[in-house]
């Protein structure tokens, strides 16, 4: 089975800060891993993910995301966060062994990101 | 990338009633989802629903409680049965591509208030 740990709840920040939002996870097999944000009142969008290759992969508005296999983590990070990155930010992962893109997407119970001015 | 809609986007029921959750999707996939997000919490998953298929459910999830259709590979829907307050949640779908990488893509959900 599979677990994802989020240990933030909450994360608030000012604005140009740099902020890392950090994740754990468990699994007996190899998973792939993402990142979703979702902004208030809307769906869950994908910000980056994790499949192969390169461990550093990065999203299209600054963020990135680093895996650590020995640490089983993948820290989301961003050296300047403005305003507009105010949102909930989910953790998942899925098992490679569940089918690739057909297996279930385990979440953590997400990190709340409040950038003041 | 996949747009995904559902209807309603909310709604405010009372216990005891049904109300039934739809899903569409603007392309053909194979594979749909149905999540709920309690207040306060992260996503869930409640089953997976394949075309031509009976929906696989998740523990703790039965189909007396939410039945799900899939009539093609471009709608699903999910009922929610019998309805308590416990009931009260975000409903997401989410679709798989099929791509190599197992990301999905999701709609907007459907805040259900269950009073």
């Known amino acids: 089975a599979q677990s994802v740990t989020q240990l933030d709840s909450q994360v608030p920040v000012f604005e140009e800060a740099p902020v890392e939002l950090r994740c754990n996870y468990s699994?007996?097999?190899?998973?792939?891993l993402f990142w979703y944000v979702q902004y208030p009142n809307q769906g869950l969008q994908l910000l980056l993910k994790?499949?192969?290759?390169s461990t550093l992969v990065e999203s299209i508005n600054g963020f990135e995301a680093e895996f650590n296999k020995s640490q089983t983590s993948f820290h989301l990070r961003k050296p300047s966060v403005h305003i507009s990155d105010t949102a909930e930010y989910f953790c998942?992962?899925?098992?490679w062994g569940y089918g690739g893109s057909q297996g279930n997407l385990i979440f953590g119970k997400g990190t709340k990101l409040s950038v003041k001015p | 990338s996949a747009v995904i809609s559902q209807k309603p986007s909310r709604d405010i029921c009372q216990r005891g009633t049904s109300l039934t959750i739809q899903c569409q999707v603007d392309?053909?996939?194979?594979?749909m989802f149905w999540y709920r997000q309690q207040p306060g919490q992260s996503l869930t998953l409640i089953a997976t629903a394949n075309q031509g298929s009976e929906a696989t459910y998740e523990s703790g999830f039965v189909i007396d409680k939410f039945p799900i259709s899939r009539p093609n590979l471009t709608f699903s829907t999910l009922t929610v049965s019998n309805m308590s307050p416990e009931d009260s949640s975000i409903y997401l779908c989410s679709v798989s591509p099929g791509e190599a990488g197992g990301e999905q893509f999701f709609g907007p959900g459907t805040r259900l208030t269950v009073l």
């Open positions: 994790y499949l192969s290759g």
């Open positions: 699994s007996s097999v190899s998973v792939y």
């Open positions: 392309s053909q996939v194979t594979m």
């Open positions: 998942a992962v899925t098992p």
